[in-house]
């Protein structure tokens, strides 16, 4: 089965935001990479592997600032940019990441570089409209400066644009003709994906990336043109799950990803060498076991929603965290009140800078930085808050599938999908709403719908409709 999703920017407020897309921001910054692609540094193997490694750390800053809304971490990273006379001088430079406004990053990359600002010129600002508080609580969670570029409404405008019934009857036309427009491609893409299923014998195949649909025909279109030159090197991907998103690699669940933004010589070097990461994958289930038995038997898994970490990277998170267990049991002893069994809980390790949190699902999610007397004491606290949220998932979640298949057979509906931070009982709120002003809401009828926290319509003619509409 082949799936494809397109997600804007999703944040965690009712929002209308306008920004750029991740295809704005790469033919704006289509100067530089040219200057510091790696292709280009073949015989260079010192000057490439540091422009490969600041590439994907680039990569990452923008893929959050664009798409999930983020405000990464300040960051220094050097370059090696490529000068024409004398051949074979580069120029090292480093580009500070230090701006949360895209349009600024862009251009800071770019002068950086001595490289001309033009095409940053065209970047809008990506200011956002925010149209209503949730609670007070949420406005306070976020960190310093973060309302800097929210323009307040009035409320005579809030309640306008919250009112969905007004909102579709104004949007809804618009978005069934983008849909039917892009038919052609939809069908395109379905035929591709069939063939290289059968062709590569794949497991599955998945786009897990902010650009629109024609990006992902063309990757389709690239990926079968490279198996038609290297029919031998495809053998590789029998049997396996292929995603094309943001990154090259093979991920934590095994699944090879390609990154949609890069040259078909990376994707067929990554392609070549992906049996090597089956050792790292074997290890990852004992990492796993070993960690859960010391921390009295804790079910280590992967988070429900979100981005994967990749194998190797993944792999080192755990160790990490399972050192750090093993010196502290060396030298201290658990909390009294920690529980002597932790099978029920589930605890999901992640990268050193992500946070110390319970998930509205039930999750501990854990940095693998974290002071084990800090994660320990945690547990303590909210162990059997976590035990219930993972109880009433199980419960929500069937019942969420449910009202959904019903929804979309109801509205002839062409997809209903959610955001990744909509949780079970927020999108079940939706949907009984939604069945409850069928009548009213008919405008929804045949359309492609994503529940957010926001009203948007995005490019391929996706209705973006906040849970808790009016």
């Given at each position: 089965m082949c799936h494809f999703n397109i997600r804007n920017l999703r944040l965690p407020l009712v929002f209308q935001q306008r920004c750029v897309s991740s295809g704005d921001v790469s033919t704006a910054l289509r100067p530089f990479y040219f200057a510091v692609h790696p292709d280009f540094f073949g015989n260079h193997p010192r000057e490439k592997a540091v422009n490969e490694n600041s590439l994907k750390q680039l990569n990452g800053f923008l893929d959050g600032l664009v798409k999930r809304g983020q405000v990464p971490s300040v960051m220094n990273l050097k370059f090696f940019l490529r000068k024409k006379k004398p051949e074979n001088i580069f120029q090292p430079i480093t580009v500070k990441l230090n701006n949360k406004n895209i349009k600024s990053t862009v251009e800071s990359i770019l002068e950086a570089c001595d490289l001309p600002l033009d095409a940053a010129k065209n970047l809008k600002e990506n200011k956002v409209q925010m149209l209503k508080f949730q609670s007070a609580s949420y406005a306070e969670s976020f960190t310093?400066?973060?309302?800097?570029?929210?323009?307040?409404?009035?409320?005579?405008?809030?309640?306008g644009l919250a009112n969905l019934s007004r909102w579709l009857e104004a949007n809804a036309k618009k978005s069934k003709e983008v849909l039917r427009a892009?038919?052609?491609?939809?069908?395109?893409?379905?035929?591709?994906?069939?063939?290289?299923?059968?062709?590569?014998?794949?497991?599955?195949?998945?786009?897990?990336?902010?650009?629109?649909?024609?990006?992902?025909?063309?990757c389709l279109r690239s990926l079968k043109c490279l198996a038609s030159h290297h029919p031998s090197a495809?053998?590789?991907?029998?049997?396996?799950?292929?995603?094309?998103?943001?990154?090259?690699?093979?991920?934590?669940?095994?699944?090879?990803?390609?990154?949609?933004?890069e040259v078909r010589h990376n994707w067929l070097e990554l392609i070549q060498n992906v049996g090597r990461y089956d050792g790292v994958l074997s290890r990852i289930p004992s990492c796993e076991k070993g960690l859960s038995r010391a921390l009295r038997d804790i079910k280590v898994t992967r988070r429900r929603f979100g981005p994967s970490l990749l194998a190797e990277e993944y792999e080192s998170q755990l160790k990490r965290l399972l050192t750090a267990i093993g010196d502290f049991k060396c030298r201290r002893t658990f909390p009294s009140g920690l529980p002597c069994d932790l099978s029920s809980l589930q605890l999901v390790v992640e990268t050193a800078a992500g946070p110390l949190m319970l998930t509205p699902t039930g999750q501990i999610i854990t940095p693998s930085s974290s002071p084990v007397s800090l994660l320990a004491n945690f547990i303590v606290e909210n162990h059997l808050k976590a035990l219930d949220l993972l109880n009433l998932y199980e419960v929500e979640?069937?019942?969420?599938?449910?009202?959904?298949?019903?929804?979309?057979?109801?509205?002839?509906?062409?997809?209903?999908?959610?955001?990744?931070?909509?949780?079970?009982?927020?999108m079940i709120e939706f949907l009984k709403n939604l069945k409850d002003n069928a009548d009213a809401l008919f405008n929804i009828r045949g359309t492609k719908v994503c529940v957010t926290n926001y009203y948007s319509v995005l490019a391929d003619g996706e209705l973006c409709i906040p849970w808790n509409f009016h």
């Open positions: 310093p400066g973060f309302w800097d570029d929210v323009e307040f409404k009035t409320k005579k405008e809030q309640d892009g038919q052609a491609v939809r069908d395109e893409i379905k035929q591709l994906s069939d063939e290289l299923l059968k062709e590569l014998k794949l497991k599955d195949l998945k786009w897990e990336c902010g650009w629109n649909t024609e990006h992902f025909k063309g495809m053998t590789a991907l029998e049997n396996r799950s292929l995603v094309i998103g943001s990154e090259t690699g093979v991920n934590q669940f095994g699944h090879v990803s390609l990154n949609s933004g979640h069937k019942e969420e599938e449910e009202l959904r298949s019903e929804c979309i057979e109801m509205f002839g509906l062409f997809s209903l999908i959610k955001d990744d931070n909509i949780t079970p009982r927020q």
